[in-house]
C-alpha cells in the first residue's frame, strides 16, 4: 500500500514559474526523499531530508518537511522544460522499516517552453 | 558509469515461464533493494539485502518469487512460473547504508504474454 499521497496528481506550468508539490504521510518516518522520473526510466535522487530536517535545498529545489502535520513539500523554482517529469516521495519509517521505501502516487509535472 | 546497472532493459517471456533479472549496484554499497513499478499498484517494495543480514523478503508478492545477493554485491530476482499480473518495471536500489540515499538503476521492463 502506498503510505504518501502527493498532491496534485498532475500540474501544468510555463517556463519561469515556480512549481509546488505536496506530500502526505501516515506514519513517523526516519527520512524522507524526493525522486524524478522523466518517462520509462529510473528514477533520479533529488534530495533526503530527515525527521529532525525542517527545510533542505539543492540548486533550485527546496524541500521543507512538518513532522507534525506528517507533510513535506517540494518547490522548484524558475522551472525549465526539462524539469518536465513525474516527481515522487518516499518515506522511510525506520524501526522494522528501516531503508524500505514507501513512495506516494507521484506528480506528473510539464512544463510548457 | 559508477551507478547502479540492470540487465536486461526488457524482457517478454510467456505466461509459465521463469525469468532472472539481474542488479549490479554501486561498488561498496552495502544495501541493496527490489522494487516494482506498475501502473495499478505504483512503486513498490519488494526486499532489501543488507550486509551479511538475513534479507527482510517482506514485500514479496508471492512464494514465486525470490532474490540472492552474491558476495555482497550482485544480486538476481527470479520469478517463477510467470502470470501476466508480474507485467511491470522490477528497479534495484543501492546505498551505502540504511536509511541512505538510494540511487536506483534503470530498471527491467518485464512483460509476461
Known amino acids: 500500500s502506498q503510505q504518501g499521497e502527493e498532491d496534485p496528481q498532475a500540474l501544468s506550468i510555463q517556463e519561469g514559474e515556480n512549481a509546488t508539490m505536496n506530500c502526505s504521510y501516515k506514519?513517523?518516518?526516519?527520512?524522507l526523499q524526493w525522486y524524478r522520473q522523466n518517462s520509462g526510466r529510473g528514477l533520479v535522487h533529488l534530495i533526503l531530508?530527515?525527521?529532525?530536517?525542517r527545510e533542505k535545498h539543492s540548486g533550485r529545489l527546496r524541500v521543507t518537511l512538518d513532522t507534525s502535520k506528517k507533510s513535506s513539500s517540494l518547490l522548484i523554482t524558475a522551472s525549465r522544460a526539462a524539469d518536465t517529469a513525474s516527481y515522487f516521495c518516499a518515506t522511510d519509517a525506520g524501526g522494522t522499516s528501516y531503508g524500505k521505501l514507501t513512495f506516494g502516487q507521484g506528480t506528473i509535472l510539464t512544463v510548457h517552453p | 558509469g559508477a551507478g547502479v546497472s540492470q540487465s536486461p532493459s526488457n524482457k517478454v517471456t510467456e505466461k509459465g515461464k521463469d525469468v532472472e533479472l539481474r542488479c549490479d549496484p554501486i561498488s561498496g554499497h552495502t544495501a541493496l533493494y527490489w522494487y516494482r513499478q506498475s501502473l495499478g499498484q505504483g512503486l513498490e517494495f519488494l526486499i532489501y539485502f543488507q550486509g551479511n543480514s538475513a534479507p527482510d523478503k517482506s514485500g514479496l508478492p508471492s512464494d514465486r518469487f525470490s532474490a540472492e545477493r552474491t558476495g555482497g554485491s550482485v544480486s538476481t530476482l527470479t520469478i517463477q512460473r510467470t502470470q501476466q499480473e508480474d507485467s511491470a518495471v522490477y528497479l534495484c536500489?543501492?546505498?551505502?547504508?540504511?536509511?541512505?540515499?538510494?540511487?536506483f538503476g534503470p530498471g527491467t521492463r518485464l512483460l509476461v504474454l
Open positions: 536500489a543501492s546505498s551505502r547504508g540504511s536509511s541512505e540515499t538510494q540511487y
Open positions: 506514519t513517523s518516518i526516519n527520512n
Open positions: 531530508i530527515r525527521s529532525n530536517e
